[in-house]
Each structure stands twice: as structure tokens, then as C-alpha cells.
């Protein structure tokens, strides 16, 4: 059984997709982000740097992994699915899930940072996030007009990517002329995992059509961010 500590974020959502997609048994304990309990001592005793999500394996002799690529590795390794086990296999699903924790996440991150949370509206940092994301978008939409899956096959890869990437609106990033990228997009919806594991730790409102919603969920990023 795995512990998972999370929240509703693209971050926490690429190890509950993972979980889903493994079949493996989880237990869910939701993160309050707005109520700082990521900085609580019991959990910086997990994760010394108080940012989730965080698993902990039973089997392991309550084995604690924290950084989310770390998680993907380590649940790929414990059931020798979603990663390949030969080297230049192993390699290319490496490649593009640090291309996604090195670019496409700390952008579109700080893309929400600026477009939505801060008060002040600094339209030059704004720009500077949204259009490196959407670059980033079309180095993915490149490859994926070659393959079906970013590494040939699916894998943790995909769902990395995915986890963030479908969270465009919210970033401001435009995906128009992107056909590729949009076709994986629509491929990764359609798996029953991926759907699952985005409720994960409950479903978020549709933040397009729910006003308040989104205004709230941006308030309480505004107040983990100073911390």
C-alpha cells in the first residue's frame, strides 16, 4: 500500500495518474495548500523542502519519496511498468520527463504566478512565461507529429507532460495550430486512469465557467506562495 500526500495541483496529479495507471493500491491524504500544513513538522519530515506531493511505501518499510519525478521513477521501477528497461529506451523517457520538471512545468508555473496570482499585473513577466511555455508547447507538438507517445511508447513521460500541459487555460497559453499536441492531448483524456487520477484529491471545478471558483482557488495559491 502507498501513502500519498497531496493536492490538486498538475504537480500532485502526476503521481496520482501514476498510481492509477500502475494499479496500484493508494491511500489518499489530502494537503490543505491555503493552511501552510506542507510546512507542519510531520510533513517536512517527509519532504524536507514542504511541497507536495509526497508518497510513502508500507512495503518498503515506510519508504518516503518526495520531487515528483523522483515518485515516477520509483513507482515505474517497483512494477517495471511505464518505463523501459533498456538503456536507450530508459534514456528517451528520461529526456522528456526532466523536459517537462526543467521547462514546461517552472514555466507554465510561473506563467500562473503572474497571469493569475499576483496582485500586480507585470505585463512583461507575463509575456515572458506565456510565450516560452508556448514554445515549449511546440517542441512537444514537433515531436509527437513523429510519434504517438513522447518516448515511442506510453509512459510516465506522457503523463508528466499531460499534467501540466492540460492545464493551458489556466496559464493563458494559447495551443492553436499545435494539431499533435492536441490529438495527445485528447488521447490522454480518453484513458481511464488519467480521468481518475485528476479528482485526485477531489475533483476541482470547471474554473472557465465557475467565476468564484477560480477566484478563490487563485487566492489560496496567492497565500502559499508567500511562504
Known sequence: MI???TSPTPNGWKASVTLEEL???????????????QKEEWFLKLNPNGRIPVIVDRENDNFAVFETGAIMVYLAE???KLMPADAKGRSLVTQWLMFQMGGIGPMMGQANVFFRYFPE?????????????????EVLDRRLGESEWLADDFSIADIANWCWVRTYK????PVEGLPHMRRWLDAMKERPACRKGIEV????????????A?????ENAQKSLQT
Open 23 to 37: 494499479e496500484l493500491p493508494y491511500e489518499t491524504h489530502p494537503i490543505d495548500l491555503s493552511k501552510n500544513v
Open 78 to 80: 517497483k512494477t517495471g
Open 214 to 218: 477560480a477566484k478563490k482557488f487563485a
Open 201 to 212: 484529491p477531489f475533483r476541482l471545478p470547471n474554473m472557465a465557467d465557475d467565476k468564484e
Open 121 to 137: 499585473k507585470l505585463q512583461s513577466a507575463i509575456d515572458r512565461y506565456q510565450n516560452e511555455s508556448r514554445r515549449l508547447f
Open 3 to 5: 501513502d500519498l500526500y
Open 170 to 173: 489556466w496559464s493563458g497559453v
